[in-house]
Every structure is written in C-alpha cells, then in structure tokens.
C-alpha cells in the first residue's frame, strides 16, 4: 500500500504535536498531568496503563507508560457533528506518559482533531477550524502548565 502522504514531511504542528518533560515519578507525574488537563477544561474518562497489561500478559518488560483519555464533552460533540460521527473512532484525545528514566517522565499528544482532516475523517472547512482552534487552546494552556 502507497500512502498517499508522505508521513516523515508532515510537520509536527500539522498534528498538533505536544511533548514535555517532567523530572518527578510516574505516578506523581500521571496524578499532575490529569489534574492539568482538568484544570484546562478536559474530563478524562478513560484511563489504563499499556506497560502494565503488556508485561503481565506477554512479559514484555516495559517501562511505565501510561494513557490518559482527555476529552471535553461540548467539543466532543461538536467534532462528533462535524464529522458525522467518524471522529469517534479516534475518541478520546489520548495523552500519554511514560517514563525515559528513573524520576524523568515524557508527556505526549497529538490532536485528534487535527489527524482526522488529515486524513479525510473531517471536513476541511470553518466549523472544523473552530473545533481544532477550541480545543488546541485548550491543550496549549495545559502543557504550559506542565
């Protein structure tokens, strides 16, 4: 299969790539970024820690990782009608942390939003721009606040 984008010239800001450092433990880490994405208006509905599945059912020894799913219910809805209702599918903005070393944890996103116009998931227009708008501002004030 041919992609029809070539992914290594997709610049992060098209995908509304995040990532910070954090120089704590994990779980301090995984406790203050939800309390941050919270504070910048997101729920997190879901959550669950892929190191922990992995390494108990495949022995995989990994590291911590784990996923915290961040959403905003009006939002959600917005893209959801937007979409017509494709967007679910990569619902929710997942944000990620795992850790690099002892006391040093990454902090990663990329927007769903923005991965779904990319890939033909939502429309290229107004009302998409608005919700990617929304809901960037809303992921820019919380990494600020990492």
Same mark, same amino acid.
């Given at each position: 299969?041919?992609?029809?984008?070539?992914?290594?010239?997709?610049?992060?800001?098209?995908?509304?790539?995040?990532?910070?450092?954090?120089?704590?433990?994990?779980?301090?880490?995984?406790?203050?970024?939800?309390?941050?994405?919270?504070?910048?208006?997101?729920?997190?509905?879901?959550?669950?820690?892929?190191?922990?599945? #992995?390494?108990?059912?495949?022995?995989?020894?990994?590291?911590? &990782? &784990?996923?915290?799913?961040?959403?905003?219910?009006?939002?959600?809805?917005?893209? #959801?009608?937007?979409?017509?209702?494709?967007?679910?599918?990569?619902?929710?903005?997942?944000?990620?942390?795992?850790?690099?070393?002892?006391?040093?944890?990454?902090? &990663?996103?990329?927007?769903?939003?923005?991965?779904?116009?990319?890939?033909?998931?939502?429309?290229?227009?107004?009302?998409?721009?608005?919700?990617?708008?929304?809901?960037?501002?809303?992921?820019?004030?919380?990494?600020?606040?990492?």
């Amino acid at each position: 299969m041919t992609l029809p984008i070539d992914p290594t010239q997709i610049d992060p800001d098209d995908i509304g790539e995040e990532q910070a450092t954090l120089e704590m433990g994990h779980e301090e880490a995984i406790e203050h970024v939800r309390e941050v994405f919270t504070d910048a208006g997101f729920g997190v509905p879901v959550e669950f820690s892929p190191s922990e599945m #992995l390494n108990e059912k495949v022995d995989a020894g990994r590291d911590p &990782y &784990y996923v915290l799913g961040a959403c905003n219910p009006a939002v959600a809805d917005r893209a #959801l009608d937007a979409t017509d209702n494709k967007l679910g599918a990569l619902m929710p903005c997942n944000v990620v942390v795992w850790e690099e070393a002892p006391g040093t944890q990454r902090v &990663y996103h990329v927007s769903i939003m923005r991965l779904a116009r990319l890939a033909g998931m939502a429309p290229d227009d107004d009302e998409m721009a608005g919700i990617i708008a929304d809901t960037g501002e809303m992921v820019d004030e919380a990494f600020e606040n990492l």
